[in-house]
Every structure is written in structure tokens, then in C-alpha cells.
């Protein structure tokens, strides 16, 4: 595919606009311009600096909570996180709810 194709395939599909003639000392500066134009749009898919810290903190392991009934509880949104299943419990990795990584003892 030609330098032109690339340029006008790419501002085509994201500006919905027809084709463009650009000239030739041009083309360098605008196939390296639509080339950032890819890589932010890859960091906004990732998140932001914050988003990004927030869903590190919750691959910390944290340890369960006991709510009112001593049943073992996320330490975050309070969602139940032991169930019974008649012989022994059920200890999840994490939780369902929120996505918190817990920490079971011994």
C-alpha cells in the first residue's frame, strides 16, 4: 500500500471524510501524526493514571470482613465472600462484586 492509500484509508476512517491529496513533502509529518493519533487512543482505552491505581490497589490482597452475622465479607463493598457449601466453605480469590483480590489465612 502507497504512502497516499495509508494517509487516505486512515483519515477516511476516522475523519468520515472523503479522500485528500497531500502533498509529497507532507506525507512523512502526517502518516507520523496518525500514527500518535493510534498510540493516545491505545492510552485512552488503558485508562487514566488514576483508573490505572485503582485497579492496581485492588490486586492487593485485603483481608475479608465479618459483617453482623459473622459471615466473611469484602472489606471494600461489603459483598459476601464464604459460602457454605455444606462439608467446608467455599474461599474465593477475589471478589465477585467489586473485583478485590483477598487474603484468606492460614
Known amino acids: 500500500m502507497t504512502d497516499n492509500e495509508v494517509i487516505n484509508n486512515e483519515y477516511t476512517a476516522t ?3 472523503g ?10 509529518y502526517v502518516i507520523e501524526l496518525l500514527k500518535l493519533r493510534k498510540e493516545v487512543e491505545q492510552y ?3 485508562g487514566t493514571v ?3 491505581r485503582a485497579a492496581r490497589e485492588k490486586q492487593i490482597p485485603k483481608e475479608p470482613i465479618d459483617d453482623k452475622y459473622r459471615h466473611k465479607c469484602c472489606p471494600i463493598c461489603g459483598w459476601l465472600v464464604c459460602y457454605d457449601e455444606g462439608w467446608g466453605d467455599k474461599y474465593v480469590p477475589h471478589c ?7 487474603k484468606w489465612g492460614d
Not at 19 to 28: H, M, N, S, Y
Request: aromatic fraction near 0%.
Open 96 to 102: 465477585e462484586n467489586c473485583g478485590q483480590a483477598l
Open 50 to 52: 488514576d483508573e490505572c
Open 44 to 46: 485512552r482505552q488503558i
Open 19 to 28: 479522500r485528500v491529496d497531500i502533498p509529497e513533502e507532507a506525507k512523512p
Open 15 to 17: 475523519a468520515n471524510l
